[in-house]
């Protein structure tokens, strides 16, 4: 049997919920088991939140605290690792390195789910720092998908929404906000909507009249996917 190993914090409630829902589509697929699961719960500190998610800035600082986990993981008996957190697949090159066992990567798994769906437009939903990478937009380039951003404004309102998810504040209002920003990057040409930002998916309500592809839903498809490998 193998055993998942999560760099979890990165924020808590998304932690929990990759948690939850891992279990829940194991009984789904008849694995017959609950799943062996090693949560590590990153002991970072909350000034880093504003400057990575508001200002795009400072991401570096988590290299420590990531790779400490991964190895913490790996010895605790992980028999591969995830890391619920889009912004901070920045440094997976870094994690991966420091461990001997593998780590899925949101980014490898979503470029193959959006090749799947044959998506070749996408309006991206994520953090400052994700934004100012460009990590979305190197990998599925290779795809030849193409990106549609928010515009300065709606970005600014992601931040904050995101801010306030990762610090457990979960709004009605928020659904509202995020509905609008969906129907501005239709409009731009989007054809669905990447929610490029594990904490997105706690936002209730999000209406949009295109589809809504949620990297937490495809990371967790990978981390079953793996589980039930003989």
């Given amino acids: ?32 088991y609950y799943p062996a699961i090693t949560i590590y719960n990153l002991p970072w500190p909350f000034s880093l939140e504003d400057d990575m998610i508001l200002y795009g800035k400072n991401s570096e600082k988590m290299i420590p605290y990531l790779v400490n986990g991964a190895k913490i993981l790996e010895k605790s008996g992980a028999s591969f690792g995830i890391l619920p957190c889009n912004t901070l697949h920045k ?12 780590f899925l990567s949101i980014l490898e798994e979503t470029k193959s789910k959006l090749k799947s769906l044959n998506v070749h437009r996408v309006g991206i939903l994520a953090s400052q720092t994700t934004i100012n990478s460009n990590l979305y937009g190197e990998i599925l380039k290779e795809n030849s998908i193409d990106l549609v951003y928010p515009n300065k404004i709606e970005q600014n309102a992601i931040n904050k929404i995101i801010v306030e998810l990762v610090r457990g504040k979960q709004r009605k209002v928020h659904g509202t906000t995020m509905s609008m920003i969906c129907r501005s990057l239709k409009k731009n040409g989007a054809k669905s909507i990447l929610l490029a930002c594990t904490d997105l998916q706690l936002v209730a309500n999000i209406n949009s009249s295109i589809p809504i592809i949620d990297t937490t839903e495809v990371l967790v498809e990978a981390s079953v996917r793996e589980l039930l490998k003989k």
């Fill in 91 to 102: 440094h997976i090159g870094e994690i991966r390195s420091s461990v001997k066992i593998p």
């Fill in 1 to 32: 049997m193998k055993t998942l190993g999560i760099l979890g914090g990165v924020g808590p409630e998304t932690t929990s919920k990759v948690y939850h829902s891992v279990i829940d589509s194991i009984r789904k697929s008849g694995g017959g």
